[in-house]
C-alpha cells in the first residue's frame, strides 16, 4: 500500500483539485488518502470526501505547520511508502505507478521525486535542487543565479542548465512530490518539527543521506505544481524562507562555515533592499513596493542574528 500526505492551509479547492486527479490516474494502486486541515476554517473534509470517501481527514485544532502535519499523518499510514504532495500539485497520468517503479528500481535511493511542470507546461525547476552552500549564497547575493539561470556554475544551487530530462542523484528532493520509504520515514522520525514551514525537506533529505541513501529524481514521474498557493505575501513568505535556511546552518554547516554562511544569508536581502532603494532615489517609482518588501525582510532577519524575536515566522493562526 501507499499512504499520501497532502496538508492543507487555506487551500481547499487545491486539495479537491489534487484528490481528484490522484483519483483518476492512479485508480490501479492500492494506496490511502491521508489529508491535514491545518486551517480550522476551511472545511477541507466536505471537499475531500465527495471525491475519495475514504480518505482520512485529520482536523487539526491550529496550525501545525507543514512538518508537524506530516508527522501527525505518517503516524496514521499504514503504506509501505509515504507521497508527500503539496495541495496545488495535480498529478498526470503514470506519475504514481512510474515513481514507484523508480523507488523498486533505485531502493538505494530511499527518497524518490519527479519532475514538475507549471500549469503553462514549462518547465518548474523546483523539483530538486542542491543543499545551501556558501558559493551558492555569493550567487544569489550577486544574483548571478537570478541572470544565468542556465549556467551550472552560477546556478548552482538550482541545477542550472539541467533540463531534468534523465534520472539522477539529487541532494534535496522538494517535499511538493516527494516519496519516501516508511522504513526510513520511521528511522528518521519524519521531519524535524523546527521547521515549521520550509527546510524540512532539505533537513530530510541531508540525514537520509548521512546514513547512506542517495535521493533522486526520475522525469517519468510528471506533476503539474503551481507553487505558492498558501503563500500570498511575499515579505512574509520570503521571511518565512530565511528564517528555514538559518535553521539549517545552524543544525548542518560546522563551524566556522556556519558563521561565514549565516552572514551571506543576512547579506541577501541586505543587497536587495539596497538595490531597490537605489532605484527609488533614482525616481524609479514602480520600485517602491520591492524596496517595502525588502527593507521588512532585511530587517526581519537582522533581528533574529541578534537574537530577537523574529516577527511573523509563522503563519497567523
Not at 499512504?3 to 492543507?8: F, K, T, Y
Not at 540525514?207 to 510528471?222: D, F, H, I, K, S
Not at 532605484?279 to 541578534?306: F, H, I, N, P
Request: glycine share 8%.
Amino acid at each position: 500500500m501507499l499512504s499520501i500526505i497532502i496538508v492543507n492551509y487555506f487551500t481547499r479547492d487545491h486539495v479537491a483539485a489534487c484528490v481528484e486527479s490522484i483519483r483518476e490516474h492512479a485508480s490501479d494502486v492500492d494506496l490511502e488518502v491521508i489529508v491535514v486541515d491545518n486551517s480550522r476554517e476551511d472545511d477541507v473534509r466536505a471537499a475531500v470526501e465527495p471525491i475519495c470517501p475514504d480518505a482520512i481527514v485529520i482536523e487539526s485544532p491550529r496550525n501545525l505547520g507543514f512538518g508537524a502535519a506530516c508527522n501527525l499523518a505518517g503516524g496514521r499510514a499504514r503504506g509501505e511508502h509515504i507521497l508527500l504532495i503539496n495541495p496545488d500539485v495535480v498529478v498526470l497520468p503514470g506519475a504514481i505507478q512510474e515513481i514507484l517503479a523508480f523507488a523498486r528500481r533505485r531502493p538505494e535511493g530511499g527518497i524518490w521525486g519527479g519532475r514538475t511542470l507549471r500549469p503553462d507546461g514549462s518547465l518548474n525547476p523546483a523539483s530538486c535542487w542542491r543543499a545551501m552552500s556558501t558559493w551558492s549564497l555569493l550567487c544569489r547575493i550577486l544574483a548571478l543565479d537570478n541572470a544565468m539561470p542556465d549556467s551550472p556554475l552560477f546556478n548552482y544551487h538550482g541545477y542550472g542548465g539541467w533540463s531534468r530530462a534523465d534520472e539522477r542523484e539529487v541532494e534535496v528532493v522538494s517535499g511538493c512530490f516527494l516519496l519516501i520509504a516508511k522504513p526510513l520515514w520511521d528511522a528518521l522520525r519524519g521531519f524535524d518539527e523546527q521547521f515549521f514551514v520550509y527546510g524540512e525537506d532539505v533537513d530530510l533529505c541531508l540525514r537520509a543521506a548521512a546514513l547512506g541513501y542517495r535521493p533522486c529524481v526520475t522525469p517519468r514521474a510528471t506533476v503539474i505544481h503551481e507553487g505558492g498557493s498558501s503563500e500570498k505575501v511575499k515579505a512574509g513568505k520570503m521571511i518565512r524562507l530565511l528564517t528555514a535556511n538559518t535553521q539549517l546552518i545552524r543544525k548542518h554547516a560546522g563551524r566556522p562555515r556556519a558563521v561565514v554562511q549565516a552572514a551571506l544569508l543576512q547579506m541577501w536581502p541586505l543587497s536587495r533592499y539596497l538595490a531597490f532603494r537605489l532605484a527609488t532615489t533614482l525616481g524609479m517609482r514602480r520600485c517602491e513596493a520591492g524596496l517595502q518588501t525588502w527593507r521588512e525582510v532585511w530587517r526581519a532577519l537582522r533581528d533574529q542574528g541578534q537574537g530577537a524575536h523574529l516577527p511573523s515566522s509563522r503563519p497567523v493562526e
